[in-house]
């Protein structure tokens, strides 16, 4: 099968960009050509060990893995409790035998875009967008060397997950975003709106525990304890709650899964009311050039069966 994504993925783990990870180990279409980790759902020194760890436990110690930024580019960092202490509370946590490598993971981003040719490279963000924003103030000729940024954060109609105005990805690190989103590169936002219709229920999890294999079903048992931790914490009355980061990646398997338009986002920078939230364009009212591909809607049941199917690969 022909490689159709030359894919550098940037992540937080983080329960589901675990199984954003595993979907895209289990994925041919992906030449993975590393792993970078950025402070987000825990601290970088934490997100680090977590992708090596992940990357050991499904046999893809080839994958090299690059620490990133320790803090947001001009603010505080500040965690996301829903993941623990680790980030992966719930997983059958050990100490990777994979190194770390010891080049920072914007430089490996650089290194890897300027010895490749123009717009061969997709860059996957499952978490804030720290990482990339400072390869892009650091090297702005790079940016030629994009495919796409596929990103999960930001929402218009579901409001946010970490205040009212703003997803964790965005507020993390407002200003990182807002350098990604004028970067003039080609922008996938994959939206909280279009992946809260990807639930991941008793069913679903049930499927994933049937096949019997190991990382299926650790998948499985990590998710039903992240949807536990988050259903206390917002008070969710359905059967599972939504697995945000794979969502990148089913986008870059079948972007039929889903529904988007090109439009203007901006991003709040300055009100501490509103801080980190994504103002969408979403009906073209004002003279703003179109900047992203904002991706609104899912279908749950079809992204559902593509985790199932790619991940009891594994």
Not at 158 to 165: I, L, R
Not at 186 to 204: E, F, N, T
Not at 267 to 296: C, H, K
Request: proline content about 5%.
């Amino acid at each position: 099968m022909e490689l159709r994504h030359r894919l550098i993925i940037d992540c937080d783990p983080g329960h589901d960009d675990a199984v954003a990870l595993m979907l895209a180990f289990a994925s041919p279409e992906f030449d993975i050509l590393g792993i970078t980790t950025t402070t987000g759902n825990v601290s970088v020194e934490l997100t680090q060990k977590n992708a090596r760890m992940l990357c050991e436990f499904a046999g893809r110690s080839d994958i090299a893995v690059y620490a990133g930024s320790e803090r947001p580019l001009r603010r505080f960092s500040h965690y996301a409790s829903v993941h623990g202490k680790s980030g992966l509370d719930g997983f059958p946590s050990f100490e990777p035998s994979l190194p770390a490598e010891q080049k920072p993971a914007v430089d490996f981003i650089i290194d890897t875009l300027l010895a490749d040719e123009d717009g061969a490279i997709t860059i996957a963000c499952l978490g804030p967008l720290t990482n990339l924003a400072a390869v892009l103030l650091k090297a702005p000729e790079v940016g030629a060397k994009i495919r796409q940024i596929v990103l999960m954060g930001g929402a218009r109609s579901t409001g946010g997950n970490v205040t009212p105005a703003a997803t964790f990805n965005i507020h993390f690190d407002p200003e990182a975003a807002q350098v990604v989103f004028s970067s003039g590169r080609p922008v996938v936002a994959i939206s909280l709106d279009a992946c809260s219709r990807v639930l991941c229920g008793r069913k679903w999890l049930d499927v994933l525990r049937g096949s019997g294999r190991r990382i299926a079903m650790t998948m499985a048992d990590l998710i039903a304890h992240y949807d536990a931790v988050r259903a206390r914490k917002f008070g969710f009355t359905t059967d599972g709650a939504s697995v945000n980061d794979p969502c990148v990646i089913a986008y870059l398997l079948d972007p039929t899964l889903f529904q988007a338009r090109h439009v203007n986002v901006e991003i709040e920078v300055q009100s501490a009311l509103t801080l980190g939230m994504t103002v969408v364009d979403f009906w073209g009212v004002t003279d703003r050039r179109p900047n992203a591909t904002w991706v609104y809607e899912a279908d749950g049941d079809r992204v559902l069966d593509v985790l199932t199917s790619r991940i009891n690969r594994l």
